[in-house]
C-alpha cells in the first residue's frame, strides 16, 4: 500500500507530537523551574527512601534525599518561628526540624521539598535569608526549591506548612 504524497506532512506532524517530549496544554511540566532539579526527582522517587524524625540530626550524606516525618502543627519543637505567614488552613498542617552537620563550612546549600510547605535555615539562631528560590504546583515530584548561603558549622531546617506528615526532603551544596 502506498501513502499518497500529499498526507506525508501530516504523517510527519503526527510523528513529531506524539513522539517528542513537548508539554501538551493540562500535563504536568517542569519547564518554569529556575533551575535543574532532576537528581532530585530521580532521588524523590527510589523505594529506599531513608526517613527521618522530626527532632533528629542528619549527616551529610542522609541529607541528600529522605523522607521527614513531620508532627501535627503546634506538638513539634520550632527553632523560630517560621518567617512565612501560615495559610488559612494552618491548623490541618504539619511540621518539624532537622538538624544538618555542616562539615563541608561556608557555601549555598538547596533545600527541596515534593510537596506545599515553608522552608526556614536557621543558623545560630536566626534565620538565614533565601537567596534564591524556585517552584512549579505542577511538576511531578517537586513542589519548591530554596538556595542559601550557609557558615560554617551545624544548621536547622525547620519545615511549616506541609499539608503532609511525611515529605520528601533534599538538603545538598549548590553545584553538588
Not at 506524539?18 to 519547564?31: E, K, M
Not at 542528619?58 to 529522605?66: G, I, K, Q, S, W
Not at 555542616?102 to 527541596?112: D, M, S
Amino acid at each position: 500500500m502506498s501513502i499518497p504524497r500529499t498526507t506525508m506532512p501530516l504523517l510527519t506532524l503526527l510523528f513529531v507530537v506524539v513522539g517528542s517530549p513537548v508539554s501538551l496544554a493540562g500535563a504536568p511540566s517542569c519547564d518554569g523551574l529556575s533551575w535543574p532539579l532532576e537528581t532530585e526527582r530521580i532521588a524523590f522517587s527510589r523505594p529506599d527512601l531513608v526517613s527521618a524524625n522530626a527532632g533528629g540530626v542528619l549527616t551529610p550524606d542522609v541529607a541528600n534525599a529522605f523522607e521527614l516525618l513531620l508532627a501535627a502543627r503546634g506538638t513539634a519543637t520550632r527553632a523560630i518561628e517560621p518567617t512565612g505567614k501560615p495559610k488559612l488552613d494552618a491548623a490541618q498542617t504539619f511540621e518539624g526540624t532537622v538538624s544538618v552537620d555542616n562539615v563541608l563550612g561556608q557555601g549555598a546549600i538547596q533545600v527541596t521539598l515534593a510537596d506545599e510547605g515553608w522552608i526556614d535555615v536557621v543558623q545560630r539562631g536566626k534565620a538565614l535569608p533565601a537567596v534564591a528560590h524556585t517552584g512549579s504546583k505542577s511538576c511531578p515530584g517537586i513542589r519548591k526549591s530554596v538556595k542559601f548561603m550557609v557558615d560554617p558549622g551545624p544548621f536547622v531546617v525547620q519545615v511549616t506548612g506541609a499539608t503532609t506528615s511525611k515529605l520528601k526532603v533534599s538538603i545538598r551544596r549548590v553545584g553538588e
